[in-house]
């Protein structure tokens, strides 16, 4: 199982940057894929992810509005979009997934897979 992430970089708050992760090894259309991050000295914490269908979408409320996940399954990748980034969405960005197994899983937790993380940095 792979998760190859690119992407991240500097931009001044209020810019735009794009995420995209490739997952290898999963079975895609029965995969959670999403975003987590981790700033300096702070927890590791859950930033977005997305089911099979565009519609079963999940955000952080720090970042609903701003950011949007998205995936091709066809691809099997996932992306994220952030727009109107903050100072405060200075992290690393994890890419991670985990195999849907029953219509009751969390979104946001436990996930199996990670990939290398990606750095992100904001300037005010």
């Known amino acids: 199982v792979q998760l190859q992430a690119c992407g991240g970089g500097l931009v001044q708050a209020g810019g735009s940057l794009s995420l995209s992760c490739v997952v290898s090894?999963?079975?895609?259309?029965?995969?959670?894929a999403g975003w987590f991050r981790q700033a300096p000295g702070k927890e590791r914490e859950f930033v977005a992810s997305a089911g099979y269908r565009t519609s079963t979408t999940n955000y952080a409320d720090s970042v609903k509005g701003r950011f949007t996940i998205s995936r091709d399954n066809a691809k099997n990748t996932v992306y994220l979009q952030m727009n109107s980034l903050k100072p405060e969405d200075s992290a690393v960005y994890f890419c991670?997934?985990?195999?849907?197994?029953?219509?009751?899983?969390?979104?946001?937790?436990?996930?199996?897979?990670w990939g290398k993380g990606t750095q992100v940095t904001v300037s005010s």
């Open positions: 991670a997934g985990k195999r849907i197994r029953s219509i009751i899983y969390s979104p946001t937790e436990d996930m199996e897979d």
């Open positions: 090894g999963r079975i895609f259309s029965s995969y959670l």
